[in-house]
């Protein structure tokens, strides 16, 4: 999968992605991300992006032009390496040269979504972190100062998402966290034997806790039934604390579960 990010902050992106799980899956070639400076597509001698709003008001607003050349920069850029990968699977595309213009192959013609981060969006959960993750590539377009050109995310957003109701100082942070949850759902990124779909929010449920070693830690003990093996036993505990901590901290989600009378039950136990 291929994230591309439109920023004025690369090197932010990059730090923040290259590390750790997402950072190995880069460095494996499952995932593949590529930051573009909006600042390089300014055609103003300074290399400014940002103007006065029209109508007055506090705080500068980005123009829509370094952000469009920006966006036909990226698109040319995954134009292209589907065209050589077509190539170097053996598919001859020679008499396809207007293959973006032309219905004819309908994969090419497919736009890629574009996604920009705003407090003004949908805001963004797990549902939202596998539908993205279908897609084979994704631009993220991060604005800053009081936003961008209006009439520029009308020509190219095609998802407008927030992850929370506060405000960021820019959309640096809120791509990361979607890039997070959506490259994790790529088969192969996390590399343990419980796949992503089995865990917390697929069932409208929080996670149940977890222990490991000392069994005593500070005079806390593990509690005994994890202890005991018995594997029909600890299922049921872990669902029964799960069901708790929801109930406690998100009875929004609790609605939406789907409990068996018994897993009810656990509530007024
Ligand atoms: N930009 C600023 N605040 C944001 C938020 N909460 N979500 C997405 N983008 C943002």
């Given at each position: 999968m291929n994230f591309y990010v439109l920023t004025l902050f690369p090197e932010m992106i990059e730090q923040g992605l290259n590390t750790s799980i997402i950072g190995r899956a880069l460095e494996k070639g499952l995932l593949s991300l590529k930051t573009v400076d909006i600042r390089n597509f300014s055609e103003n001698k300074h290399n400014r992006v940002d103007d006065y709003p029209y109508g007055g008001g506090a705080g500068m607003v980005m123009a829509p032009g370094p952000v469009y050349r920006a966006h036909q920069y990226v698109e040319e850029l995954i134009r292209n390496e589907k065209?050589?990968?077509?190539?170097?699977?053996?598919?001859?595309?020679?008499?396809?040269?207007?293959?973006?213009?032309?219905?004819?192959?309908?994969?090419?013609?497919?736009?890629?979504?574009?996604?920009?981060?705003?407090?003004?969006?949908?805001?963004?959960?797990?549902?939202?972190?596998?539908?993205f993750a279908k897609d084979e590539d994704l631009i993220f377009l991060c604005g800053h100062y009081e936003g961008i050109d209006e009439r520029i995310l009308e020509m190219i957003v095609t998802d407008y998402v927030s992850i929370g109701d506060y405000v960021l100082t820019g959309g640096e942070l809120p791509s990361m966290v979607m890039i997070d949850a959506?490259?994790?759902?790529?088969?192969?990124?996390?590399?343990?034997?419980?796949?992503?779909?089995?865990?917390?929010?697929?069932?409208?449920?929080?996670?149940?806790p977890q222990y490991t070693r000392p069994e005593v830690f500070m005079e806390r003990s593990v509690p005994e039934?994890?202890?005991?093996?018995?594997?029909?036993?600890?299922?049921?505990?872990?669902?029964?604390?799960?069901i708790l901590r929801t109930a406690n901290t998100r009875p929004d989600l609790l609605e939406k579960a789907v409990l068996t009378s018994k897993e009810k039950k656990f509530l007024h136990d």
């Open positions: 065209n050589t990968a077509e190539f170097t699977g053996g598919i001859n595309i020679t008499g396809h040269e207007d293959i973006n213009d032309s219905n004819t192959l309908k994969t090419n013609t497919k736009k890629t979504r574009v996604i920009y981060l705003t407090p003004q969006g949908r805001v963004f959960n797990q549902t939202m972190a596998e539908e959506i490259a994790r759902l790529v088969p192969g990124v996390l590399n343990n034997d419980v796949s992503a779909e089995f865990e917390s929010f697929q069932d409208n449920l929080l996670e149940y039934i994890l202890l005991s093996g018995h594997h029909a036993k600890i299922e049921e505990w872990r669902k029964q604390q799960s």
